[in-house]
């Protein structure tokens, strides 16, 4: 059972940064085509926030291009999302998300990010 596994999440001031980790179990993530990062607050949809392929292609939201990064780390099972110049708009609860070439995805439990002013 594919199993990621969200970290990193907590409170900072707008302006500030933050790292996210996804640490991925259950088999080897050269098995899956894409890890993706959700953000979901409340009342509103799940919105794709950021995703990186098994060859390394990324792929960004309006919203967060030039100042969210998404990386990996193959030999560590590990997804990475550098969240830099925060703002209000981006206190969510952020979910990882491992898609594999089949089309299913396997989600982690969710990590809350909180800027505050």
């Known amino acids: 059972q594919v199993q990621p596994v969200e970290s990193g999440g907590g409170l900072v001031q707008a302006g500030g940064s933050l790292r996210l980790s996804c640490a991925y179990s259950g088999g080897s993530i050269f098995r899956i085509n894409r890890m993706i990062w959700y953000r979901q607050t409340p009342g509103k949809q799940r919105e794709l926030v950021a995703d990186?392929?098994?060859?390394?292609?990324?792929n960004y939201a309006d919203s967060v291009k030039g100042r969210f990064t998404i990386s990996r780390d193959n030999a560590k099972n590990t997804v990475y999302l550098q969240m830099n110049s925060l703002n209000l708009e981006d206190t969510a609860v952020y979910y990882c998300a491992a898609e594999r070439f089949t089309g299913s995805k396997f989600w982690g439990q969710g990590t809350q990010v909180t800027v505050s002013s």
């Open positions: 990186i392929t098994s060859a390394g292609d990324t």
